[in-house]
Every structure is written in structure tokens, then in C-alpha cells.
């Protein structure tokens, strides 16, 4: 069965950074549009940042000066890089397949003093 297991979270301060991955299994990455959301709390998910098959990267304006995505296609995976965090960054991150139901489980990042 396919999934997308995403890793990396964890608690910095601001100003840190964190990169989050996303390894899929049972499909190749690399053939798919992989976007990026996150969930605050009590508010919606939202879009962060996607990257396309032929690894051009659209970025949220919200965070485009301080996230950027990539892709690893011999490791089957999609990284979201994360730098200068602020607290409004606090948030569980998932990955998903575009255009399909493929997500991952989240993980959270949270940055806090």
C-alpha cells in the first residue's frame, strides 16, 4: 500500500530552522506534483509550498523568503527546508501527492522560546 511518511519535525527557537522530509513507498516521487500544507491550531490547513515533476518549486508568499522544497530522486523524497522560524511557523506539516488522497501522518514543528 502507498505511503508518504513524513520526518523531521521538532522544537527550535526562533530564528532556527528545520528541514522536514517526505519518503514515499510504492511510488515514485519524482512522477508526481508533492505539495506541502500545514495545520495550526484551530485554524485551516493551508498551502506551503509544491514542487513539480520537473523540480520547479512554487513557494506560499507567506514564506517564500524563508522555505524552499526539494526533491531527492534516488531516495525516493521531498524536503522542505525551513529557515528563520517564527512562531507562527508552529504547526503540524504534512505531504501529499498531488491530486490524489496520498498524505502523509504530519509531523509537528513548533517554535517557541
Known amino acids: 500500500q502507498a505511503q508518504l511518511v513524513e520526518s523531521g519535525g521538532g522544537l527550535v527557537q526562533p530564528g532556527g530552522s528545520l528541514t522536514l522530509s517526505c519518503v514515499g513507498s510504492e511510488r515514485r516521487l519524482a512522477q508526481w506534483t508533492i505539495r506541502w500544507y500545514r495545520q495550526a491550531p484551530g485554524k485551516q490547513r493551508e498551502?506551503?509550498?509544491?514542487?513539480?515533476?520537473?523540480?520547479?518549486?512554487r513557494v506560499a508568499t507567506s514564506v517564500q523568503d524563508r522555505f524552499t522544497t526539494s526533491r531527492d530522486v534516488y531516495a525516493n523524497r521531498v524536503d522542505l527546508q525551513m529557515t528563520n522560524l517564527e512562531p507562527e511557523d508552529t504547526a503540524v506539516y504534512y505531504c501529499?501527492?498531488?491530486?490524489?488522497?496520498?498524505w502523509g501522518q504530519g509531523t509537528q514543528g513548533s517554535v517557541s522560546s
Open positions: 498551502f506551503v509550498a509544491e514542487i513539480y515533476v520537473n523540480a520547479k518549486t
Open positions: 501529499n501527492l498531488a491530486q490524489s488522497e496520498l
